[in-house]
């Protein structure tokens, strides 16, 4: 996988795509809530924004860290670095490329567990948003991470351009959550599968997500009791999921089954224009 931006002169990146700042603005402005891609209404301070600073890209530490000539060490907000190697060695030059540039910073909430800043970086001589321009080429998620939530939604939009692109994290299809065999050999990834939920079970203290058959080899999706309560609030339920195609993302676990526990926006809900009304007739009794 090349870079996607060279070195030379200063080490600035090849020129962004016209607008693109503009466009990820209006991006930001206009998408309605919904559901699957609401303005946060829980973890409010995690997203609230402090005042913009000036500083200048001093280094860059593995898994995407940012030291800045100020000290600061700084982490883009709403994005989760890969573990894939390919893609994490194409992000870490594409970051080692803007070396020596100067950078706005705009604080979000509280530092992370590391006392890493969280934050958006504007690079303005390349009108490039830097969480933006690394998922837009594939090399990186969109994410909440440790947020209680993905405090910019309209990212996801960026990284389903990426995706349908085929760029970078996407140029493999991604697992299917009824493929319990393939799942298993990412344990230990963050990975995002799409899938038809079976049956929602809600219990006490967690919800479960079931993408196979009882006896099959599929995803189960946990959801704790606080988080299952918030996306409730949200819209959604374990009526309107059952049947429903949807995304989800998060760390991958062996368990019985492979398992990953979603985070408050870690399902989305696809489409329906994602779901034919054609399919076997036991997917038609699942639209029920």
């Known amino acids: 996988m090349g870079r996607i931006g060279g070195s030379g002169g200063r080490r600035r990146a090849a020129a962004p795509q016209a607008g693109f700042a503009a466009m990820l603005a209006a991006m930001l402005a206009t998408i309605p809530p919904s559901p699957t891609r609401a303005a946060p209404r829980t973890g409010l301070s995690d997203c609230a924004t402090g005042p ?40 870490q030059a594409w970051l080692e490329d803007r070396r020596g540039a100067r950078v706005t910073v705009i604080p979000r909430g509280q530092p992370d567990r590391w006392d890493r800043l969280r934050a958006d970086l504007l690079i303005p001589e390349d009108e490039g948003d830097v969480a933006a321009r690394l998922i837009e080429a594939g090399l990186a998620f969109a994410d909440a991470n440790e947020a209680e939530a993905l405090c910019r939604p309209a990212l996801r939009l960026v990284e389903d351009a990426a995706r349908a692109r085929g760029l970078g994290l996407w140029a493999a299809a991604l697992p299917a959550a009824q493929d319990g065999p393939a799942l298993r050999t990412k344990a230990g990834h963050f990975v995002v599968v799409e899938g038809r939920v079976r049956h929602v079970g809600e219990r ?14 599929g995803l189960t999706v946990t959801v704790s009791k606080r988080t299952w309560r918030m996306m409730r609030a949200r819209g959604l339920s374990a009526a309107s999921l059952e049947g429903r195609r949807v995304r989800v993302r998060g760390l991958l676990e062996v368990r019985r089954s492979p398992t990953l526990e979603a985070a408050t926006d870690g399902i989305e809900t696809l489409d329906e224009a994602d779901r034919p009304e054609a399919g076997s007739d036991e997917e038609r009794g699942l639209r029920r």
């Open 204 to 217: 006490g203290a967690r919800t479960y997500l079931d993408f196979a058959a009882r006896g099959r080899d």
């Open 52 to 91: 913009a600073r000036e500083d200048v890209v001093a280094g860059i530490s593995p898994r995407g860290e940012i030291r800045l000539a100020s000290g600061l060490r700084v982490v883009p907000d709403s994005l989760r670095w890969p573990d894939a190697p390919e893609a994490a060695s194409a992000a």
